[in-house]
C-alpha cells in the first residue's frame, strides 16, 4: 500500500518589497508496498492554473522556494512525489497566494522608466537616475547622486521591486538588477518586458 503523508506549509515569509520565499517540509515517506524508503524527492511548482514543473529533487525532507520575482498576487500549488526504484507516490497539493505589498508612499510606479521620466524612486527611498555620457550609447547608472559602482546604461526601469539597468555596449545588449547592493550577473530579459 502506498502511504505518503501530507506535505506540511512550514514557513512563509515575504520581505517588503514581495520578494520572499517559502518552505515546504514532509515527513519521510514510504514509497511501494515493501515499505521501502524514498530514495528522493521530486518537487513540484505551479503557478496560477499552469502546468506543474519540477523544481527540485532532492534527498531531503524540505525545500525552500525563493520565488525571487514575484510581483505578488501570483497563487503557487506545490506537490512532492516521494521516488525509489520501486516508483513513486505523490503527495496532496498545498497552495499559498503571494501578498501584493503596497510601496511607501512616493516609490515610482511599477514599470517606470529613465528616459522618458527624469528618475525612480525605489521602495528604500533611493532616487535612480542617468548621470554623464560614458561612450556614445551609455550614461553613468546614479543613486542618490552617487555613481552606482559598474553600471553604465541607456535606460533603467523600476520592476517587481527591483532596479534594472540595460546596457547595449554588451552585444547584443543585457540587462542587470539591484539587489544587496550589488548588481546581478547579465540578463537576456527582464520580466517588464
Not at 515499505?35 to 528522493?40: G, P
Not at 525509489?84 to 510601496?103: A, R
Not at 535606460?155 to 552585444?171: E, M, T
Request: net charge neutral.
Amino acid at each position: 500500500m502506498n502511504k505518503f503523508i501530507s506535505v506540511l506549509l512550514a514557513v512563509l515569509l515575504f520581505t517588503t518589497n514581495a520578494l520572499g520565499a517559502v518552505t515546504i517540509s514532509w515527513p519521510s515517506a514510504v514509497v511501494d508496498a515493501n515499505h521501502d524508503a524514498a530514495v528522493n524527492y521530486d518537487v513540484r511548482r505551479k503557478s496560477g492554473t499552469g502546468n506543474y514543473v519540477s523544481i527540485a529533487v532532492i534527498t531531503g525532507t524540505s525545500y525552500t522556494d525563493s520565488l525571487a520575482s514575484d510581483p505578488g498576487g501570483i497563487t503557487y500549488t506545490y506537490q512532492v512525489f516521494a521516488q525509489n526504484g520501486g516508483g513513486s507516490v505523490g503527495s496532496n497539493e498545498v497552495s499559498i497566494t503571494t501578498p501584493v505589498v503596497t510601496p511607501p508612499p512616493g516609490t515610482s510606479p511599477n514599470n517606470a522608466r529613465v528616459p522618458p521620466l527624469a528618475s525612480i524612486t525605489d521602495n528604500g527611498g533611493n532616487v535612480w537616475t542617468l548621470g554623464s555620457q560614458v561612450n556614445a550609447t551609455n550614461r553613468y547608472v546614479m543613486k542618490n547622486n552617487t555613481y552606482a559602482e559598474g553600471a553604465h546604461g541607456s535606460v533603467i526601469v523600476w520592476c517587481n521591486g527591483l532596479i534594472y539597468h540595460y546596457d547595449p555596449s554588451w552585444a547584443p545588449g543585457y540587462w542587470f538588477y539591484y539587489q544587496n547592493n550589488r548588481w546581478s550577473t547579465p540578463l537576456k530579459t527582464m520580466p517588464c518586458l
